[in-house]
């Protein structure tokens, strides 16, 4: 089959397909290259960790793929690697994702091993302490890492009092004391029909994909058993805090309230952010503190949303005795977004970036199906795809002004610093 | 299979090497250019000039002033960037695909015709500077591996970071970018790569009318002579302390050829060996060191094998808790003694050949990475043919060739030992 898959296209060959208990899966079916790339997800990942147990749901997803069924951990590995098959789970703030990828000739053995992890993981508790001392070593190594001390305190005061304040990762103490009791509960609890999300791009038929996804997940509970998790806000607006670390340059995070995907202003400030600092090489941010001043190799802003938070954070790495005008540069471009907005030019210049670059998120397999997924989460419709650059083309300037005041004036950020800065 | 067309291959009259990949699947085009320089050849003193110049050729020229270039890029919704490797430089835009000559129109000017004026050459520097700081100063892991390179390497410039060392960036000059750039950006020593929705007629055409007018510059294309290093009998071995560091590390990494200095299958071999020792959670170190004794949390190793000259072969473990960094380094030694006594079993060298070769199909799902494939192999010495036919050589590596490599190189006096721990307080 010789067809290009254009962009364009790819919600026209993205069909919707559903698994005889229900599942629905989005599915691009293409035979240029011999693969066939899935990514699933089952919402409810690590915001669903309970008191006391930061590090359950990485736990419980990096222990998926040590055993299952007949196999142990090892003959397990050993079944995936004979045919190259790879296999991945992994938690994240909200969600816990799993990837799968194989050569088409092998699809029903990955599927079989797929059907297996999802299904009947031994969690052995050789296996859990592996991964446990795996997480607690990469904590480890975290802690002299200025981006993740800086990042984890961030979280901690931004969203105190709730479930996203802890690490998603865990916390050392909360996972030594995890049992497999737990692991085992918290894997029934998160995987239900209900909260599954599934793309797939690649060499396989419709039919053959429905009947394979019904064999590896058909057989899960109907619904999962989620614990309600509360909206959040920013807190600790104005606060500005220090986490020592004997190293020369600081990393600097802020943060302030964001704005919700689903609100109609969303695209508007995301084509304001891109002005401000989302666009690398061309961005404000870039251009007053790295191009003109040589302050840092790296600034950046995003809009960062979780299921239950909007956020909008902005970072950079500055020399420690550069850090208060590093700062100040920054929020003096924060205040000239709310006063002023971005120019005609600029909104011109993003609508062109961001429309003309939609494509590329579009040119493997991988990325098709991770762009899928996100749509299906966050409930955009199979046929975003084709409206999403119109949406873009829509923004006026008047909305991104508004938008850019309602984000940014007269609002205080919280500010982190991991490293010694001077004069903050 | 692939039913796109083969890779096509050729040159223009002035010299540039040009590598089309078709990639019919989205109206999509990956544009690079290679030079075939790196940090390894960095002047004596000079350390970090080949990095330095990557950020300044994002300065402008007289036809794309300052900021111009990455105003284009961004305009016509392209994401760019460039890198610097040992032995290569290598700039990249993304783009759709009908803007691809707008792309070879840029690059094609930036190839002779950089202006570098004004403050932004000093101010760049503080951001290498700054970037310096980010990836190493700041970074425990990161010096011991600095240090572990420079004592590997006692002559060759891989001892040398391609960042360059700290006291040297801050003394690089306008006119030390100046005499790299005249010296090595010239088409004969540039190589094109094009993958996506092209047709390698159209990029001949849209080439010759860009890059071909870039003259065919006067002499030889710059050659790269290294000197080689010598034979080293002592092994050694270096360690780091630090406060913060929480979790210790070893690593050793030995002096082996590299595909472009290799014999016979030998570079082929080493990957296989790289893929059975600790290529995976089925590999000999993990199950030694990690599955079956509690020595390790993590083990692993890796191949570099695309260097011009002498390459790496890398084995690193994080001990568990409790575990010295010297008994971690003995369940290593032990793992690889018997690597040098006994052949793979058949099993596991199937299992490792499958792994390596399906990379080589997976890969062809990303026209990006594949025209980084082709790059890194055409600047280290190898040709069109060496990625095709890789398959086939993984394929044809024997049980014995693994033996007799893993004899030959993983020996004493071939290796530096790292030690990361942290320091008493």
């Known amino acids: ?424 | 299979m692939r039913t796109d067309a083969a890779v096509d291959h050729f040159h223009l009259d002035n010299g540039l090497e040009v590598v089309v990949i078709p990639d019919r699947r989205a109206p999509v085009v990956t544009h690079m250019v290679y030079f075939r320089n790196g940090a390894a050849d960095d002047p004596a003193g000079k350390s970090g000039i080949a990095h330095f110049l990557e950020h300044l050729m994002f300065k402008g020229t007289e036809r794309n002033p300052k900021g111009a270039f990455s105003e284009t890029v961004a305009r016509l919704g392209g994401q760019e960037n460039a890198f610097t490797s040992y032995d290569y430089t290598a700039y990249f835009q993304r783009v759709a695909k009908e803007h691809l000559g707008a792309m070879m129109a840029l690059e094609a000017d930036r190839m002779t015709g950089l202006v570098l004026e004004g403050p932004e050459v000093l101010s760049e520097r503080d951001v290498v500077i700054e970037e310096r700081k980010m990836r190493t100063d700041s970074d425990p892991s990161a010096q011991l591996q600095e240090s572990l390179l420079a004592t590997l390497y006692v002559h060759h410039p891989y001892g040398t970071p391609v960042i360059g060392w700290g006291h040297e960036i801050e003394d690089l000059q306008r006119e030390d970018a100046l005499a790299y750039y005249r010296r090595f950006y010239r088409p004969d020593n540039a190589i094109l790569i094009v993958a996506g929705d092209v047709e390698s007629g159209e990029v001949r055409r849209l080439a010759e009318e860009t890059y071909g007018r870039v003259p065919k510059p006067e002499g030889p294309a710059p050659a790269r002579r290294r000197v080689r290093e010598p034979e080293i009998r002592a092994t050694r071995q270096v360690r780091l302390s630090d406060a913060k560091v929480e979790q210790p590390v070893t690593q050793r990494a030995y002096l082996v050829p590299a595909h472009a200095t290799a014999e016979g299958n030998e570079a082929f071999a080493l990957e296989l060996l790289a893929q059975i020792l600790g290529g995976s959670q089925t590999s000999r170190l993990y199950r030694a060191l990690v599955l079956d004794g509690s020595t390790a949390v993590n083990a692993g190793s890796w191949y570099w094998n695309d260097a011009l000259d002498i390459g790496q072969f890398g084995v690193y473990a994080v001990p568990a808790e409790d575990v010295s960094l010297d008994a971690v380094d003995g369940a290593i030694d032990a793992v690889i003694a018997t690597l040098r006594e006994t052949e793979v079993s058949a099993t596991e060298l199937e299992r490792a050949k499958t792994r390596l070769i399906a990379d080589m199909i997976y890969a062809q799902d990303n026209q990006a990475h594949l025209a980084r494939i082709y790059g890194a192999t055409l600047t280290t010495g190898g040709s069109v043919r060496d990625v095709t036919e890789w398959p086939e050589r993984i394929r044809a590596v024997t049980a014995a060739e693994i033996l007799d490599v893993a004899k030959r190189y993983l020996q004493p006096g071939r290796f530096v030992v790292g030690h990361l721990l942290k320091a008493a307080a």
Do not use: C
């Open chain 1, 1 to 424: 089959m010789n067809a290009p898959l254009s962009h364009a296209r790819t919600t026209s060959r993205a069909r919707a397909l559903v698994s005889p208990s229900g599942i629905e899966i989005w599915h691009v079916e293409d035979y240029t290259v011999p693969l066939v790339s899935m990514e699933f997800a089952f919402i409810g990942g690590a915001a669903q960790d309970p008191e006391g147990m930061a590090g359950l749901a990485n736990l419980m997803a990096g222990t998926l793929d040590e055993g299952a069924g007949p196999h142990d951990a090892s003959a397990f590995q050993e079944r995936l690697e004979e045919k190259a098959i790879e296999l991945s789970f992994d938690a994240s703030r909200d969600r816990v994702d799993g990837s799968l990828r194989t050569l088409s000739e092998h699809v029903e053995a990955a599927f079989g091993l797929l059907a297996l992890a999802v299904n009947q993981p031994r969690f052995d508790q050789a296996a859990i302490d592996r991964v446990r001392s795996q997480i607690i070593s990469g904590l480890r190594r975290e802690e002299s890492d200025p981006g993740a001390r800086a990042r984890d305190r961030l979280n901690a005061l931004a969203f105190e009092g709730h479930s996203y304040a802890r690490p998603a990762d865990g916390r050392i103490p909360e996972l030594q004391a995890i049992t497999r009791k737990d692991v085992v509960a918290q894997h029934q609890a998160l995987f239900g029909r209900d909260s599954l999300h599934i793309a797939v791009v690649g060499a396989i038929s419709p039919e053959q994909l429905t009947t394979l996804v019904e064999k590896a997940f058909g057989s899960l509970p109907a619904r999962a058993h989620l614990a309600a998790i509360p909206d959040v806000g920013v807190g600790h607006a104005g606060h500005r805090e220090i986490v020592p670390l004997d190293i020369p340059q600081s990393t600097l995070y802020l943060a302030m309230p964001g704005i919700a995907r689903k609100d109609p202003d969303f695209v508007a400030a995301l084509l304001v952010n891109h002005i401000l600092g989302g666009g690398s090489f061309t961005s404000r941010l870039w251009m007053e503190v790295r191009e003109k001043r040589g302050l840092a190799y790296s600034v950046w802003s995003s809009l960062a949303n979780r299921h239950h938070a909007e956020t909008f954070i902005a970072g950079t790495a500055t020399s420690n005795e550069r850090v208060a005008e590093s700062l100040s540069i920054m929020l003096a471009e924060i205040a000239r977004m709310a006063e002023a907005g971005p120019t005609e030019e600029e909104m011109a210049r993003t609508k062109d970036f961001l429309i003309g670059s939609y494509a590329l998120r579009f040119d493997t397999s991988r990325k098709i199906a991770n762009q899928l997924l996100e749509i299906a989460i966050e409930k955009l419709g199979i046929d975003y795809i084709d409206r999403r650059n119109d949406e873009v083309a829509a923004v006026t300037l008047p909305q991104m002004q508004a938008v850019a005041r309602r984000l940014f004036a007269g609002r205080e950020p919280l500010v982190v610093v991991a490293g010694q800065p001077k004069g903050l």
